[in-house]
C-alpha cells in the first residue's frame, strides 16, 4: 500500500516545532538511527515507513513484536516523505521522549545551553553529551529544539540515551541553590591547567553573542580555551568548545 | 549599475568546484568575513558586491586603495547572487590562495585530512587550527574543497590565516621520512595521560569511514578520546574529536 497524501503531509508539518510539540512527535531517518531506535526504544516508535530490502533484516517474529505496523514503502515514496535531501531507507515517527528529571541535579556534570541557535550544534553537542556519558542535558526557552530534524540528523542517535529538558537557569538555581555554573570566557582561567571538580552546570552560550548577561552574572567560575601561539581565530565554533572543555573537565582535570 | 546576469551566472557557478578551479576563484559572504578579508587580505579580493549602507563604513580613499572597484548592489540583487539562504550585505569574488609550503613541516605540527567530505567540518576545522595557530592543513585529493561555500561559511575566515595545500601521505612522508603520524583510534593511547610531542601530523579521517587502510597503516601513535561512563556513542563528530586532540596536544600533553 502506497504511503498516503495524509502521512506525507503529516510528516512534512514535523519540520515545524509547532506541529512537533501539538503531536508530540518528531522524524528520525536513516539506516544506522532507525535500526538503533528499534534496537534500543522500540517503545518510542509511532510509524516506521522503510524500503523492503532493508525491513528484511528483521524477521516476521521481531516485527510483530514492534508496537506499531511497518510501512513497506518504494525510494520514491521515501523521497517524497523525507525530510532529507538523500532519504536513506528508513523513516520513523517518534513520541519526544519525556524531559528529563532533574533530581541529583547537583551531583553530576550537566550540560545548560543558553540561546544555542544552529540545529547542527545542537546534535552535535548532544553526541558528545552521549560520548562523555553526560546524562542531563538542559536547554533554556530560547534554543533550537533538540527534536528538529537537522539536530536529531547529527545527534547521530544520542536522543535515545541522552536526557533533554526545558528550564531556565534561575529555575535550576532556585531549585539547586550553591550548584557550580562553568562558562567559556577568554579571561577565564585556563581549562588545561585549572582543576574543577567535574560537578554542576557547564553553560554554552549562543554562536554569535555568547552568554546572556543573566547567565553570564551566575558562573561560579569562567573558563578559557586558551588560543595556541599566532593564533588569529576569534572564536570557536559552540560544539568544538564544548567537546574540549567537557572532556578536559572530566578526564584531565580530575 | 545593477549586478549583470553574467556576473550573476559567474557567482552562481562557484559553487561547483570544477568552476572554482577553471577561475582560480571561490566566494566569501557576510558582514564580518568579507570585513576581515578587506582589512587582512585586500590583494586576494577581485570582486566585492555590497549594499550601500555596508559600503558606507569604509571612505572614498579606502575604496580607492582597493585593486577592484566595489559595486554598489540592493538587497534583492545580493539575494540573487548569493550562495547562502539568507545573504548578508556583502558578497567577495576571491583568489584561491597559493597552496601552503610544506617546508618545516618536521619542526610543527600540522593536520592531515584523509576523506574528509562535510563541508560544515572543513571549515569548522580550519577554524579551530586557526584558533590553536596551526598553520598548515594538508588535504588528502579525496577531501571536499576547502574552498567550498559552506566549507568558507564555517571556517569563520580561517582561510585568511591558516595555510592549506593538497597532498598525499606517501608525498609527505618521502618528503619528511621519520615524520610522527597521529591519528585516533579507539584502542589507542588515552590521549589525556599520554605525553606526545605536538610535532608532526595529526591525521582525522572520513567522517563514516575513518582512517584509509594505507593511512592507519602509516601512523606512529594512536591516540584515543576514551568515553566518559555510561558513554552510548558510536564516535564523536570529526571536527569535535579535532579540536578535543588538538587542544590536549598542544596545551596539556607537553
Known amino acids: ?23 508530540n512527535t518528531f522524524v528520525v531517518e536513516g ?5 538503533e531506535l528499534l534496537a534500543q526504544r522500540p517503545s518510542w516508535c509511532k510509524a516506521l515507513y522503510a524500503l523492503p530490502a532493508w525491513l528484511a533484516q528483521y524477521t516476521a517474529a521481531e516485527q ?13 515514496e521515501l523521497e517524497r516523505a523525507s525530510l532529507l535531501k538523500t532519504p536513506n531507507q528508513a523513516l520513523a515517527l517518534l513520541e519526544i521522549p519525556a524531559p528529563a528529571a ?12 543558553d540561546g544555542l541557535q544552529d540545529p547542527g550544534n545542537m546534535g552535535t553537542i548532544l553526541r558528545l553529551a552521549d560520548w562523555f556519558g553526560i546524562s542531563t542535558v538542559i536547554c533554556a526557552p530560547n534554543c533550537v529544539d533538540a527534536y528538529n530534524p537537522k539536530a536529531v540528523q547529527s545527534s547521530m542517535g544520542a536522543f535515545l540515551r541522552v536526557g533533554v529538558v526545558t528550564a531556565g537557569l534561575g529555575e ?26 567535574p560537578k554542576g552546570l557547564l553553560v554554552i552560550g549562543n554562536e554569535g553573542s555568547g552568554l546572556s548577561p543573566e547567565t553570564e552574572q551566575a558562573l561560579t567560575r569562567r573558563l578559557s580555551i586558551p588560543k595556541g601561539e599566532g593564533g588569529g581565530a576569534e572564536s570557536l565554533n559552540a560544539a568544538v568548545a564544548t567537546g ?4 578536559v573537565l572530566l578526564h584531565a582535570n580530575v
Chains 1, 2 share one sequence.
Open 172 to 197: 535550576l538555581l532556585g531549585a539547586f541553590p550553591g550548584l557550580p555554573v562553568y562558562g567559556a570566557d577568554m579571561a577565564g582561567d585556563n581549562i588545561f591547567t585549572v582543576r574543577v571538580p
Open 1 to 23: 500500500m502506497p504511503i498516503s497524501k495524509n502521512s506525507i503531509k503529516f510528516i512534512k508539518a514535523l519540520r515545524q516545532k509547532k506541529f512537533r510539540q501539538k503531536y
Open 31 to 35: 539506516d544506522k538511527m532507525v535500526a
Open 244 to 247: 574540549i572543555i567537557l572532556g
Open 64 to 76: 510483530r513484536a514492534w508496537p506499531f505496523a511497518a510501512e513497506v514503502v518504494s525510494s520514491a
Open 102 to 113: 532533574l533530581n541529583g541535579l547537583d551531583g553530576r556534570l550537566s550540560l545548560f545551553l
